[in-house]
C-alpha cells in the first residue's frame, strides 16, 4: 500500500510515493537525492540526521516519511545557495570540524538555537548541542565558533 | 615589487586563537617563533604556509554537508547487501539452508563461505579471518552468509529466511578463562578442577578458538629484558608493585563502515571503502577473490571518523566485491550501529602488573611490566598489539633495566585491534598512576619525580628506541605552571583534586605491516602549464586533516596558494602507495614525501628558469603565487609563466617522493614493534570534581602541552589535541565494551545511547599549549598529534581523583560504582579501627599503610617463556639479542 506525499523540499514541491512504513532519512536519502543528513544510528541518538521540519530540528531517522506531508523540510543543501550561513562562515573559520560526519546536524542545531536565542551563553550552546555527537574534536572547535557567531553580529552594527 | 606573500596569504588565515579566556594570552602557546626554515639546497626562506592557521581545504565541503561518504554513492542499478550474523558466540555450523531467500523476491544473489574460502588478516602471522564463516563461528557477530537484493528491506527479508544449525562449542569469554581452557600449556587438563571454564565432555580442540598460536587459547606470548632487572632491584631504595585493569573500549566513528563494488565494463573490479588502509585492503582483496590487483582498484572515501576502527581490512569489503563479481551489478553495503560494535578492533581490555625499583630521588633502578590482553575472537593487528602494551614505557623515564612479559589470549568477543593509542594508553594508565603511588611512597613531588628522570633527547633507550627531540620537561612546566598545580596538589578541599600525568607516542611506525623494504609513503607532484598543482597520494584524510597536510607542505615549497592545489588521495589506480592513515604516520612519513616531490619540482622551475633568464638559480625563490629573483625583486614571473618555461625546456613536469623510516636500531627478535623516526611527547594536568556521595567524577579542566616538534598547522593540531582528550576522557569515566556474561558474551548496549560517550555536557575545558622542538626526521620538524595527547588524560584524572577523595581507582573506567565502593570500604575501615586490614589494597606492597582502591588483586600465574635477552646500549649492546648459549654459560 503506497501513499502519495507532496511536501517542500529546500523551497522546493515535491511529490512523491512511498510506503507507510519509510523512515523520512531513507526517503530523503535514497528517493530524494538530498544526502547531506546522515545515518549514523537509525534511532535518534547521535543527531547526525538532523533536519529542520517546519523550521524545528527533527531526527528524520524518528519519523515516518507520511508524517512530512504537506510540511516543509529544509536540509544543508537548501541553507546555503552558493554562499554560508552566518552559522557556516563561523564553523568554517574555526576549522570546527575535522571528519565533518556531524557537521550537517550541528549546522541545522546551531541555526535553530540562532534563530530562538540569537545570544546564546556557552551552556547554552552546550545544552542545545548536547543531542548532537562528535567523536571527532572534543566539541570546544563547534562551540566557540556558535558563540562567535553573536560576537561577529554584533560588531558588525 | 617584492609580492608580499604573507599578506596575500593572510586572507586565507583563520584566527588561531580561538580562545574565549584567558582574552589576552591565547590557548596556542609555542616555546619559540617559527623559525627560519632551512632548505634543502642550503637556501633560506620563510616559512609562508607551515605554522599558520589555514583552514583545512576540505573545510567548506564539511560546513556544506557536501563531502561524499561511502554510504552516499549510487550507482546505476546498485544492489543492497545484508549480512547474516552468529546469534551465537562459538559453534560448529552443521547446515546453511539459503534455499529460501534464493526464492525471495529481489534477491538476486545470496553466498556463504563456501564462495571466498581464502582465509585473510591484517598481519601476515594471523591469516585467520573468512569473509565468510566456512565451518565454524567464534563470537556473535561472525558473518555467516550475505544477500544482494534489489533493495535494502528485500535483502532484510532474505536474509532473515536463511536457516543456519550451530553444533555449541564451549564459550572463553574472559583473560583466565581463555588461560585455564584445556589445551593451554601449563594448564591442568581438568577445567571444574582449576576454577576455569565448565562444560561437560568436551575435548580439547573444541575448547580451542582458533588452531594456530602458542598454544590452547593463548594466541601470542612475548618476553624481553633488556639489561638485568634482578640486579636493578637489589640497587633499589624502594621496590613497589601494583595490579591495574584498564577496559576495553571502541571507537565508536560516527560513519557507519559502508562500501560499494562495481565491476567496470572491461571486467575490473572497483571497491569505494570508508577504510583508513586502502592498501592493505587491495593486497587482502587480491588474495580473497584470486584475482591480479592489477585487476582491482580501491578508493578510500572520505572516513567519518576512523580513530583506528577502519584499519583492518573487513568480510564487507570481500563480501560486496564478491557479489558485485557475480551479478555483474553495483553492490552497496552499509553496516548497522550494531554491527559496528561487533566488528570493533578496539582497545584491548588489559590486566597488567608492574613491578618497580627506584632509589630515594625517584630515579628507576628497573621495571618489571606483564600485561594481559583480552583479545576477543581473531588475531587483527593483536601480536603488534601485545608488543606495543610493553614497547613505549622506556621513552619518558629513564629505565636502565627492563622486563615485558605480555599475553594475548583468544576469546569469544569481538575481535579487538587498534585504537588511538594501541596498546599504549592502557601500559601508561598503569605506569604513570603507579609511578604516583611510588612518588608519594618517596614522599616525593609528582612532578619532580618526572622531570627528574626523564631519557635525554636524541639517546637510545634500553629497548633501543631513538628517541629524538623530546620536549617534555617543556610541556611538564607547561601545565604545571599553567594549573597552579604545586600550590593546589594535596591542598584543594576533600572533593576536588589535581593530577599529572606523561606519555608520549609514535610518529608512524618504523617498519611495514608486511615485510617489504619499499618506501611507506609515496607521493606524485603534477605541474600544469596554466599554473595548477595536482598531488596524488595514497594517504586517507578520517579527518585528521592529512589532505591539508599535503597541500601545506607543497604549497610552502613551491611558494602558492595551498587552496589552489588538486588534493587527490587514497585510489590504488591513481595514487601512489602509502600504507595507511594509522599509528600516527601520514604527517611525517607523507609529508617527507611531499616535501621531496615538492623540492624536485621546485628545483626543475628553477633550474629551467635560471638557464631562460640567465639568473643564477641560488637567486631564484618561489613565493606568493610568482618565480622571483631575490636580489632584483622587480623581476619576476608568474608561477604558470615558470611551469611553462619548465616543460618547454624538460617536458611535462611531474615529480615524485617517497618516505622510508630509518632502520631500527633494535636487532632483537621483536624490535619490529616501538621504533618510529620520531616520539611526541605529552604533559597532563586534570582537575576533578568528586562527589562522595555518589561517586560521580565531573573533570573540570584539562590543561595539556604537547611536543608537536612543529605544527604544520597549529590550528589543526589544537583540533587534534582536543579531540584526544575528549576521547581519553571517555575512556577514563564512562565507556566499555561490556558483554552479558552466563557464556552468552553478547554486548550489553551496542547503541549510541547506551554505550555511554562524553556530549557537550560532559566534556570538560581544555587548555592547550604546543611545544615546538622540531624533530630532525620530520617535514619541517613535525612530530604527530593524533594520538599522543589521549595518553596522559585517563592517569592524570586517576591521579585526581585520589588527590581528591584519597582512594585510588586501579581500574579504567572510573565508574560512580568503583569510586563509591573504594570511599565506601575506607569509611567502614575507619569506623572499625580494629580492623588490621589495609585498604584491601594491591595485597603487594607490604609495609606500608596502603590507601584503599578499587581494582583487581592479582594477576594469573603463567609460566613465562625464557625473555630474549638484551644487553643496554650503555653495556656495550649491539641491539641484537644475547645468542641463548651465552646466556645459560653466565648463568
Request: some cysteine; charged content about 20%.
Given at each position: 500500500m503506497r501513499k502519495q506525499i507532496t511536501l517542500r523540499l529546500n523551497d522546493e514541491p515535491r511529490t512523491l510515493e512511498v510506503q507507510p512504513n519509510d523512515i523520512l532519512l531513507d526517503v530523503l536519502r535514497e528517493k530524494l537525492g538530498v544526502k547531506s543528513p546522515k545515518i549514523g544510528c537509525e534511532r535518534g541518538d547521535c543527531g547526525a540526521c538532523t533536519i529542520l521540519l517546519d523550521g524545528k530540528t527533527v531526527r528524520s531517522c524518528l519519523i515516518l516519511a507520511i508524517e512530512a506531508d504537506g510540511h516543509e523540510v529544509m536540509t544543508v543543501e537548501g541553507l546555503s545557495r552558493g554562499s554560508l550561513t552566518p552559522v557556516q562562515q563561523a564553523l568554517l573559520e574555526h576549522n570546527s570540524f575535522q571528519c565533518g560526519f556531524c557537521a550537517p546536524g550541528v549546522v541545522l542545531a546551531a541555526t535553530e538555537l540562532l534563530g530562538d536565542n540569537p545570544h546564546p551563553t556557552e551552556q547554552d550552546v552546550k545544552e542545545a548541542l548536547s543531542g548532537n555527537l562528535c567523536r571527532c574534536t572534543g566539541y570546544q572547535s563547534i562551540i566557540e565558533a556558535i558563540i562567535d557567531v553573536q560576537e561577529k553580529a554584533s560588531k558588525s552594527l | 615589487?617584492?609580492?608580499?606573500?604573507?599578506?596575500?596569504?593572510?586572507?586565507?588565515?583563520?584566527?588561531?586563537?580561538?580562545?574565549?579566556?584567558?582574552?589576552?594570552?591565547?590557548?596556542?602557546?609555542?616555546?619559540?617563533?617559527?623559525?627560519?626554515?632551512?632548505?634543502?639546497?642550503?637556501?633560506?626562506?620563510?616559512?609562508?604556509?607551515?605554522?599558520?592557521?589555514?583552514?583545512?581545504?576540505?573545510?567548506?565541503?564539511?560546513?556544506?554537508?557536501?563531502?561524499?561518504?561511502?554510504?552516499?554513492?549510487?550507482?546505476?542499478?546498485?544492489?543492497?547487501?545484508?549480512?547474516?550474523?552468529?546469534?551465537?558466540?562459538?559453534?560448529?555450523?552443521?547446515?546453511?539452508?539459503?534455499?529460501?531467500?534464493?526464492?525471495?523476491?529481489?534477491?538476486?544473489?545470496?553466498?556463504?563461505?563456501?564462495?571466498?574460502?581464502?582465509?585473510?588478516?591484517?598481519?601476515?602471522?594471523?591469516q585467520d579471518e573468512h569473509a565468510l564463516c566456512l565451518d565454524k563461528v567464534r563470537m556473535i557477530g561472525d558473518p555467516v552468509a550475505a544477500v544482494a537484493a534489489i533493495d535494502e528491506d528485500a535483502a532484510f527479508e532474505a536474509m532473515n529466511a536463511i536457516e543456519v544449525e550451530y553444533d555449541p562449542l564451549p564459550v572463553i569469554s574472559s583473560i583466565q578463562d581463555a588461560l585455564r581452557s584445556p589445551g593451554s600449556a601449563h594448564m591442568d587438563d581438568n577445567p571444574s578442577r582449576t576454577g576455569g571454564p565448565q562444560l561437560a565432555g568436551e575435548n580439547k580442540e573444541a575448547w580451542r578458538i582458533h588452531g594456530y598460536g602458542d598454544h590452547g587459547n593463548v594466541h601470542k606470548m612475548v618476553a624481553l629484558e633488556f639489561g638485568d632487572v634482578e640486579e636493578g632491584f637489589k640497587q633499589a631504595d624502594l621496590i613497589r608493585e601494583d595490579v591495574f585493569f584498564y577496559e576495553g573500549n571502541t571507537h565508536l566513528p560516527m560513519e557507519q563502515h559502508a562500501a560499494v563494488a562495481q565491476v567496470d565494463g572491461d571486467g575490473k573490479l572497483c571497491l569505494w571503502s570508508s577504510t583508513q588502509t586502502p592498501h592493505y585492503v587491495h593486497r587482502a582483496l587480491a588474495k580473497v577473490l584470486e584475482m591480479p590487483a592489477s585487476r582491482i582498484r580501491v578508493i578510500a572515501t572520505p572516513n567519518g571518523g576512523g580513530f583506528g576502527g577502519k584499519s583492518d581490512p573487513f568480510p564487507h569489503e570481500m563480501i560486496v566485491s564478491k557479489l558485485a563479481l557475480l551479478t555483474g551489478r553495483p553492490v552497496k553495503v552499509t553496516l548497522t550501529r550494531e554491527e559496528v560494535f561487533y566488528c570493533h578492533r578496539g582497545r584491548h581490555p588489559v590486566l597488567m602488573w608492574v613491578k618497580t625499583g627506584a632509589k630515594k630521588d625517584g630515579a628507576i633502578t628497573a621495571m618489571h611490566f606483564r600485561s594481559f590482553l583480552d583479545g576477543g575472537a581473531y588475531g587483527s593487528y593483536g601480536v603488534a598489539s601485545t608488543y606495543y602494551t610493553g614497547a613505549l614505557q622506556t621513552v619518558t623515564y629513564k629505565i636502565p633495566n627492563y622486563k615485558f612479559e605480555g599475553v594475548r589470549v583468544f576469546t569469544n568477543k569481538p575481535p579487538c585491534g587498534p585504537k588511538r593509542g594501541h596498546g599504549t594508553p592502557q601500559p601508561r594508565y598503569a605506569l604513570e598512576v603507579h609511578l604516583d603511588k611510588i612518588a608519594e611512597q618517596l614522599r616525593l613531588d609528582p612532578v619532580a619525580i618526572r622531570k627528574n628522570h626523564l631519557v635525554e633527547p636524541y639517546s637510545l633507550t634500553s629497548n633501543y628506541l631513538r628517541v629524538g627531540s623530546m620536549g617534555l620537561a617543556a610541556c611538564i612546566d607547561k601545565v604545571v605552571t599553567a594549573s597552579d598545580f604545586k600550590n593546589k596538589f594535596r591542598n584543594l578541599p576533600y572533593g576536588k583534586g589535581i593530577g599529572l600525568a606523561c606519555a608520549s607516542y609514535l610518529s608512524g611506525a618504523g617498519l611495514p605491516i608486511y615485510w617489504n623494504h619499499m618506501p611507506h609513503s609515496g607521493v606524485q607532484l603534477r605541474l600544469d602549464r596554466q599554473g595548477g598543482v595536482c598531488v596524488m597520494c595514497g594517504s586517507i584524510d578520517i579527518g585528521q586533516g592529512s589532505d591539508s597536510v599535503l597541500a601545506y607542505i607543497i604549497a610552502e615549497v613551491l611558494g602558492i596558494d595551498p587552496f589552489d592545489i588538486r588534493v587527490l588521495t587514497a585510489d590504488t589506480d591513481l595514487t601512489p602507495v602509502d600504507l595507511g592513515s594509522y599509528s600516527s604516520r601520514v604527517t611525517l612519513m607523507t609529508g617527507n614525501a611531499a616535501l621531496e616531490a615538492?623540492?624536485?619540482?621546485?628545483?626543475?622551475?628553477?633550474?629551467?628558469?635560471?638557464?631562460?633568464?640567465?639568473?643564477?638559480?641560488?637567486?631564484?625563490?618561489?613565493?606568493?603565487?610568482?618565480?622571483?629573483?631575490?636580489?632584483?625583486?622587480?623581476?619576476?614571473?608568474?608561477?604558470?609563466?615558470?611551469?611553462?618555461?619548465?616543460?618547454?625546456?624538460?617536458?611535462?613536469?611531474?615529480?615524485?617522493?617517497?618516505?622510508?623510516?630509518?632502520?631500527?636500531?633494535?636487532?632483537?627478535?621483536?624490535?619490529?614493534?616501538?621504533?618510529?623516526?620520531?616520539?611526541?611527547?605529552?604533559?597532563?594536568?586534570?582537575?576533578?570534581?568528586?562527589?562522595p556521595r555518589t561517586g560521580i567524577v565531573r573533570v573540570e579542566r584539562i590543561w595539556i602541552a604537547h611536543d608537536i616538534g612543529r605544527a604544520i598547522n597549529p590550528a589543526l593540531t589544537l583540533g587534534q589535541v582536543e579531540g584526544s582528550v575528549y576521547m581519553g576522557l571517555g575512556e577514563a569515566l564512562m565507556e566499555e565494551m561490556s558483554y552479558r556474561t552466563n557464556r552468552n558474551v553478547v554486548h550489553k548496549f551496542p547503541s549510541l545511547l547506551e554505550y555511554k560517550s562524553p556530549t557537550t555536557l560532559e566534556m570538560c575545558d581544555v587548555k592547550t599549549f604546543l611545544i615546538e622542538d622540531p624533530d630532525p626526521n620530520g617535514p619541517f620538524g613535525a612530530k604527530e598529534v593524533g594520538q599522543g595527547p589521549l595518553l596522559p588524560v585517563p592517569p592524570a584524572i586517576a591521579n585526581a581523583v585520589y588527590d581528591a577523595v584519597q582512594v585510588r581507582i586501579d581500574e579504567v573506567p572510573i565508574t560512580p560504582d568503583k569510586v563509591l565502593s573504594a570511599i565506601q570500604k575506607r569509611d567502614e575501615k575507619q569506623e572499625d579501627e580494629g580492623e588490621s586490614a589495609n585498604g584491601g589494597g594491591t595485597g603487594i606492597t607490604r609495609g606500608v599503610e596502603e590507601p584503599h582502591r578499587y581494582g583487581p588483586k592479582s594477576v594469573p600465574e603463567v609460566d613465562w617463556p625464557e625473555p630474549v635477552r638484551v644487553k643496554p646500549p650503555w653495556d656495550g649492546g649491539t641491539g641484537k639479542e644475547i645468542l641463548r648459549e651465552a646466556v645459560h654459560a653466565r648463568e
Open positions: - | 615589487m617584492i609580492p608580499s606573500a604573507v599578506a596575500e596569504i593572510a586572507g586565507f588565515c583563520m584566527q588561531v586563537t580561538r580562545t574565549r579566556d584567558p582574552p589576552k594570552s591565547g590557548r596556542i602557546t609555542a616555546t619559540k617563533p617559527y623559525p627560519v626554515h632551512l632548505m634543502k639546497n642550503g637556501s633560506s626562506k620563510h616559512l609562508e604556509v607551515v605554522g599558520k592557521p589555514f583552514r583545512k581545504v576540505d573545510a567548506s565541503a564539511k560546513v556544506t554537508g557536501q563531502t561524499k561518504f561511502a554510504d552516499d554513492i549510487v550507482l546505476p542499478r546498485m544492489l543492497y547487501c545484508k549480512i547474516l550474523r552468529s546469534h551465537v558466540p562459538h559453534a560448529l555450523i552443521r547446515k546453511i539452508d539459503t534455499s529460501k531467500a534464493v526464492a525471495m523476491p529481489g534477491v538476486v544473489a545470496v553466498i556463504t563461505g563456501k564462495s571466498l574460502p581464502i582465509p585473510y588478516g591484517i598481519l601476515p602471522v594471523s615538492a623540492e624536485r619540482a621546485r628545483d626543475l622551475l628553477i633550474r629551467a628558469v635560471s638557464e631562460k633568464m640567465n639568473i643564477p638559480a641560488t637567486r631564484l625563490s618561489l613565493s606568493g603565487g610568482r618565480l622571483f629573483d631575490v636580489e632584483n625583486p622587480e623581476t619576476s614571473i608568474s608561477f604558470a609563466e615558470a611551469v611553462q618555461i619548465a616543460e618547454a625546456r624538460f617536458g611535462t613536469i611531474g615529480t615524485v617522493g617517497s618516505y622510508t623510516p630509518p632502520p631500527s636500531a633494535g636487532k632483537y627478535k621483536g624490535a619490529g614493534v616501538g621504533p618510529s623516526p620520531a616520539y611526541s611527547y605529552d604533559a597532563a594536568v586534570a582537575e576533578v570534581e568528586v562527589d
